[in-house]
């Protein structure tokens, strides 16, 4: 079956560390994107791409970088720039144009810097 | 800019009862799509329902249908006949093709379902 793998599950670090979290799908979408999740906060948008080699920031890019080298794939790094890096991170992905379509979830991983 | 609004941090209904859960959003476009998430304790992001702006007809899936005033700018969910498995927090969320495709979130409601 066709979907979207995030791992780890749980993952946690020390502060000043940079850590990258993996996302990977196999429903041949052309866009994908990083969501951070707070409590009381909703989804928030880090980061998102379209098609391969390109990507745009979200509303709260700033101490995190992503890569999208193939299609499948589309990790995000946390770095030690992040100020308050410990959240809920969702990775989705979707048809680029077809936005009647949902987008489609992963997991989460939920990271702890400490 | 495009923003989702729901009122409600958390809602409770008894079980077998319809509960209503409010949602507004502010757009300037006139081609945009409307989506409702279901994330229970497991935090897997499920897809509940979904509308066109375009369609008058609200949808329905099963228990759940919506009430969508395109003028108002209001998408509310309805869940009839509820179940303890529908415990979760609600999001609704907005997606068109200004925004590149991404999703906004409103901030979400967390349901309760009393037996």
């Known amino acids: 079956d066709g979907g979207i793998t995030q791992s780890p599950k749980y993952l946690f670090r020390k502060e000043g560390q940079n850590v990258t979290l993996s996302c990977e799908q196999n429903?041949?979408?052309?866009?994908m994107y990083w969501y951070r999740q707070d409590p009381g906060q909703g989804l928030r948008l880090i980061y998102y791409?379209?098609?391969?080699?390109?990507?745009q920031k979200g509303d709260i890019a700033e101490g995190y970088s992503v890569s999208r080298e193939k299609k499948e794939s589309f990790p995000l790094t946390v770095t030690s720039a992040q100020k308050n890096p410990t959240a809920f991170y969702l990775c989705a992905s979707g048809q680029a144009a077809r936005y009647n379509s949902p987008l489609h979830f992963g997991n989460g991983t939920r990271l702890t810097v400490t | 800019a495009q923003t989702v609004t729901q009122s409600q941090p958390e809602m409770s209904v008894q079980e077998a009862e319809t509960v209503t859960l409010s949602c507004t959003y502010d757009t300037s476009e006139s081609d945009y799509y409307l989506f409702w998430y279901k994330q229970p304790p497991s935090r897997q992001m499920i897809l509940v329902i979904r509308q066109e702006a375009y369609k008058q007809q609200n949808a329905t899936e099963n228990r759940f249908s919506v009430n969508f005033q395109k003028a108002a700018k209001s998408f509310s969910l309805k869940i009839s006949d509820s179940q303890l498995g529908d415990a979760a927090m609600y999001f609704c969320?907005?997606?068109?093709?200004?925004?590149?495709?991404?999703?906004?979130f409103g901030q979400g409601t967390t349901l309760q379902v009393k037996p």
């Open positions: 429903l041949n979408h052309d866009a």
């Open positions: 791409s379209q098609i391969v080699n390109d990507f």
């Open positions: 969320a907005y997606r068109s093709p200004v925004l590149a495709g991404k999703l906004i």
